[in-house]
Structures are given as C-alpha cells and as structure tokens.
C-alpha cells in the first residue's frame, strides 16, 4: 500500500504555496503479471492472391474469417515447439490452431473498422500483442494471411518473458503445468498449487511451474511462500523476468521497498520491456525510499510500454509524485487518466476528492 512519506520542512512549504493538499491515496496493488505489448516486431509481410476458397477485396467479406501465419527462427527453420500468441483483443482475433511446423490458425473479425476493404485493401488481419518463443525476443505487430514472423535470439544482458526451461520439460510436467493453470484461471488456487507442485515434482528446474505456484500461493495470503517460489524459479532460469516482476510486486504488498526495487531493477536490468510493471514497482519503491527523481522517470516509462493501460496505478502515483512538486495542473491530469481506467472502489473516491480540492483552491484563487 501507498503510505505517506515524512515531509521535510521545505516539502511543507512547497505544499502550501501550490496550496496542494494531498490526500493519503492508499491503494492495493493488483498488477497484471502478463507482460505489456513490445513495439519491436520482425514481420515480414508477404503478398497473398485470394485462393478460390478466399473472398476478392470487392466482394461483400463474412464476419468472420481464417488466416494462416507462420512463426519461425531467424535463419528460416522452424520452432521446436509451439510459440505462445497474444492478441491485443480476442474479440478481433483469437487463435483457432496452433502446429508443430510453427504455423498458426488466427480467426480475425473482418467486421471491425480496422478490416473494412476501405481501409485495408491488402486483405483482413489483425494486431498481435506478443509472439513469444523461449530464448528469444518477443515480437509484436500487424499480421495478414501469409505472413512470416521471425524471432531473433536474445542477447547476452537481455531477459525472455517465456521460460527456456520450458522446451526441456517432460510431458507428465507439462500436462501438471497445464491443468495448475487451467484451475488458476478458475481461481482455485489450492488445486493448482497442487498441480504446479506435481510439475516441479517431475521436474524440479521448471521455472513457470515454480512462478504459477508462487501465484497460487501469492492469492492464498501465504506470502512468504510466495515469495520463496519466486526466487525458485529465478534460481531456475535466471534470464526468466516474470517471478523477478511478481517479487517484486509481492514485496511492495508486504511494505519491503528496497526488496521491491531490488527484485525490479533486476528486471529491468534484463530490458524488461515486456514488463511495465517492472518499471511500475520499482517507482513504487523508489517513492517510498525518497528518491522522488527515479519514481518519476520510471513511473512515466511504465506508462509508455502500457498501452493496454494494465497498470492505472501508474497514473495515480505519477499523479502523486507531480503534486509533491506542486504540478498540479498535470497531476489532475493523471488522476482523471486513472479514473478513465478505475472509476469506482476507494481509490476513485480519494483521486475525485482530491481533484475536487485542487479545483476549490483554484476557484479560492
């Protein structure tokens, strides 16, 4: 939780002048550990003539409607195994058919205004929140049927949000991995901790299996626990930045901000660009541990790798850190972004409180 730091003298004055009152906007972290989309995609689009089974761009198009693309490495040859595909919007486009060779099935709704014969000529696509492969960078983009995407291996300080250790896992680990994270998506936390713990039974460097059962553990109030997995999994696959991500988050929950800052900047240190809540906890602990300047730099490169806008919280301490400077104009800014993305719940209620006291002194004024 957000708690206020001491305010020097000089803070007080500053505070009077801008006639800022801050409220004590203590909140509850709730960060999706997915990661966030990364602009970096390899796309190779190829032109593609209608088959006799595809409609023309001049004829009426179905609602819906398939397309083929096909994920390789970056010398040509394919996958060893399935790469993990997220689209920006399900509703757009989701995955129908994932194959050996790396080739994917994506259904995309060639209704939406993004796919009009207007706007896109070429033929329906849609855009993809991340193609990730273990060891190697993820990519993001516009894909259209025939497309290539190619995946490039990391470099040496560059970390993978899929874990290598994934390609080495035995197939009775990986059919535990999956029915823990089918029961986690139900929120039944106790069965999937006892999947996860099967996984890492068989298989005891499974990294993601280490990092759901923190998760598991983590939504059981077992802390502490939690905790512990995390590091497991770091232990793991050390290039893996996700449990680097959720300790961190874990550590701010338990007020532990140099911890937090700590398990962060390792994250970002393995360029966690897939992972603005990396740069989120560590401004969160950077607040709270006085050094207002890094807070502010990484809660507004937070905000920029977040286009989902899966982290609002980001806004709301911006928001906190500009009013610190008397910004208030700009912090009322962040507060009505926050509201944009949170508008109900006691969070809501504090930033509306707030604003409604900044525009009372403006009008005071």
Same mark, same amino acid.
């Not at 003539?49 to 096909?70: F, K, L, N, V």
């Not at 077992?222 to 512990?228: D, F, K, N, S, Y």
């Not at 500009?322 to 009505?336: C, D, K, P, W, Y």
């Given at each position: 939780?957000?708690?206020?730091?001491?305010?020097?003298?000089?803070?007080?004055?500053?505070?009077?002048?801008?006639?800022?009152?801050?409220?004590?906007?203590?909140?509850?972290?709730?960060?999706?550990?997915?990661?966030?989309?990364?602009?970096?995609?390899?796309?190779?689009?190829?032109?593609?003539?209608?088959?006799?089974?595809?409609?023309?761009?001049?004829?009426?198009?179905?609602?819906?409607?398939?397309?083929?693309?096909?994920?390789?490495?970056?010398?040509?040859?394919?996958?060893?195994?399935?790469?993990?595909?997220?689209?920006?919007?399900?509703?757009?486009?989701?995955?129908?058919?994932?194959?050996?060779?790396?080739?994917?099935?994506?259904?995309?709704?060639?209704?939406?205004?993004?796919?009009?014969?207007?706007?896109?000529?070429?033929?329906?696509?849609?855009?993809?929140?991340?193609?990730?492969?273990?060891?190697?960078?993820?990519?993001?983009?516009?894909?259209?049927?025939?497309?290539?995407?190619?995946?490039?291996?990391?470099?040496?300080?560059?970390?993978?949000?899929?874990?290598?250790?994934?390609?080495?896992?035995?197939?009775?680990?990986?059919?535990?991995?999956?029915?823990?994270?089918?029961?986690?998506?139900?929120?039944?936390?106790?069965?999937?901790?006892?999947?996860?713990?099967?996984?890492?039974?068989?298989?005891?460097?499974?990294?993601?299996?280490?990092?759901?059962?923190?998760? =598991?553990?983590?939504?059981? %109030?077992? #802390?502490? @626990? *939690?905790?512990?997995?995390? /590091?497991? &999994?770091? !232990?793991? +696959? $050390?290039?893996?930045?996700?449990?680097?991500?959720?300790?961190?988050?874990?550590?701010?929950?338990?007020?532990?901000?140099?911890?937090?800052?700590?398990?962060?900047?390792?994250?970002?240190?393995?360029?966690?660009?897939?992972?603005?809540?990396?740069?989120?906890?560590?401004?969160? =602990?950077?607040?709270?541990? %006085?050094? #207002?300047? @890094? *807070?502010?730099?990484?809660? /507004?490169? &937070?905000? !920029?790798? +977040? $286009?989902?806008?899966?982290?609002?919280?980001?806004?709301?301490?911006?928001?906190?850190?500009?009013?610190?400077?008397?910004?208030?104009?700009?912090?009322?800014?962040?507060?009505?972004?926050?509201?944009?993305?949170?508008?109900?719940?006691?969070?809501?209620?504090?930033?509306?409180?707030?604003?409604?006291?900044?525009?009372?002194?403006?009008?005071?004024?």
């Amino acid at each position: 939780m957000f708690q206020e730091r001491p305010i020097t003298p000089a803070q007080r004055s500053n505070r009077k002048t801008g006639g800022v009152v801050l409220l004590l906007l203590a909140f509850q972290l709730s960060i999706c550990a997915r990661p966030a989309y990364r602009d970096m995609a390899q796309f190779e689009g190829q032109s593609h003539r209608p088959g006799p089974d595809q409609p023309s761009p001049r004829t009426s198009i179905p609602e819906r409607m398939s397309i083929t693309i096909r994920v390789v490495l970056e010398d040509g040859s394919p996958l060893a195994s399935n790469p993990l595909i997220l689209p920006y919007s399900e509703e757009d486009c989701h995955v129908s058919g994932l194959f050996r060779d790396g080739t994917v099935r994506l259904e995309v709704r060639t209704g939406s205004d993004l796919n009009t014969v207007e706007r896109n000529p070429h033929g329906p696509g849609c855009r993809l929140w991340k193609v990730a492969f273990p060891g190697y960078q993820s990519a993001s983009g516009y894909v259209r049927d025939g497309t290539i995407v190619k995946m490039y291996r990391l470099g040496d300080h560059e970390g993978s949000s899929v874990s290598i250790t994934t390609l080495h896992a035995p197939e009775k680990a990986r059919k535990a991995y999956e029915r823990g994270e089918a029961l986690l998506n139900k929120r039944q936390w106790n069965q999937a901790e006892r999947h996860f713990r099967a996984a890492i039974a068989l298989y005891p460097a499974y990294a993601p299996a280490w990092s759901e059962l923190g998760v =598991a553990l983590e939504q059981q %109030g077992r #802390l502490p @626990e *939690a905790t512990e997995a995390f /590091r497991k &999994a770091s !232990e793991a +696959d $050390p290039k893996y930045i996700k449990p680097l991500v959720q300790r961190a988050r874990v550590a701010g929950a338990q007020n532990h901000w140099t911890e937090e800052r700590e398990a962060a900047k390792q994250a970002i240190d393995l360029h966690a660009v897939d992972f603005p809540a990396a740069y989120f906890t560590y401004a969160e =602990a950077s607040y709270h541990l %006085g050094a #207002l300047e @890094e *807070a502010n730099q990484n809660c /507004r490169r &937070a905000i !920029e790798l +977040d $286009p989902r806008a899966e982290i609002p919280q980001a806004h709301l301490l911006l928001g906190l850190l500009l009013a610190e400077r008397g910004i208030t104009q700009e912090a009322m800014e962040q507060f009505h972004a926050f509201l944009k993305l949170v508008p109900t719940g006691a969070e809501a209620e504090k930033a509306r409180e707030q604003i409604r006291k900044w525009e009372q002194t403006a009008k005071t004024r």
